[in-house]
């Protein structure tokens, strides 16, 4: 079974407006980290946001906020107030912290376009 | 404080050569963890160095190997290259102990011809 599922290959928005890009994790791990990156064309990836399995509120960035919802599994990610710079991959990556490595799994992520 | 880097940044081979790839992980982490990102397959871990060793290694064939120097600088080697190595590899850095902390860096696009 995948580990990381993200449902949507792409997703369209205008400018301002908020999106969420859906991640669901599968684990037996009761102890795990949530990661979401941004990727753009040039390849970079960039940290977005984090979430542990134990963190008891919905982790924010800036306009990035981490939908999580442990029962169900799963860990959206909500950007608010889109600009065009937001257009690129999204990747949502779990750690399993029992596994004493710092290996992330990845999904195959989510393309974001933002229109004007 | 200096992000991960990565040399070279793109790179052309040819068939059957080897190549070398490196990545400076930033000041003070000593977990260096190397992924393969393609079209096809999506983004695959490789193997991570905590201290120089390697302690994780992905599913890729021995074709694929690297190290770890005591300053945790990482050096990933692949030999044989195949037109299939076609790929971004991207180093992620963290400090080891927080696993709220991974950085990538910019990656190496290499080119198998």
């Known amino acids: 079974a995948q580990k990381i599922t993200q449902t949507q290959p792409g997703m369209f928005v205008q400018e301002k407006e908020a999106v969420t890009l859906d991640c669901t994790y599968d684990?037996?791990?009761?102890?795990?980290?949530l990661f979401w990156y941004k990727q753009p064309s040039s390849g970079e990836m960039i940290f977005l946001i984090y979430?542990?399995?134990?963190?008891?509120q919905n982790a924010t960035e800036g306009r990035y906020s981490l939908n999580f919802q442990k029962a169900r599994k799963s860990a959206n990610l909500v950007i608010s107030a889109s600009q065009l710079g937001d257009s690129a991959m999204y990747f949502c990556?779990?750690?399993?912290?029992?596994?004493?490595?710092?290996?992330?799994?990845f999904g195959k992520g989510t393309m974001l376009l933002v229109s004007p | 404080k200096a992000g991960v880097t990565q040399t070279p940044r793109y790179l052309i081979k040819t068939r059957g050569q080897q190549v070398t790839l490196s990545c400076s992980p930033i000041?003070?982490?000593?977990?260096v963890s190397w992924y393969q990102q393609t079209p096809g397959q999506g983004l695959q871990f490789l193997f991570e160095?905590?201290?120089?060793?390697?302690?994780n290694k992905g599913n890729f064939p021995g074709r694929f190997s690297g190290r770890q120097f005591s300053n945790s600088r990482s050096e990933m080697n692949v030999s044989t290259l195949e037109l299939g190595d076609s790929a971004l590899y991207l180093c992620?850095?963290?400090?080891?102990?927080?696993?709220?902390?991974?950085?990538f860096g910019p990656g190496t696009r290499l080119t198998v011809l």
């Open positions: 160095y905590f201290s120089e060793t390697q302690r």
């Open positions: 979430q542990g399995s134990y963190d008891q």
């Open positions: 684990t037996s791990d009761p102890s795990y980290g």
């Open positions: 000041s003070g982490h000593r977990s």
């Open positions: 990556a779990m750690r399993e912290v029992n596994s004493g490595y710092s290996t992330l799994t």
């Open positions: 992620a850095s963290s400090a080891g102990t927080d696993y709220n902390e991974q950085f």
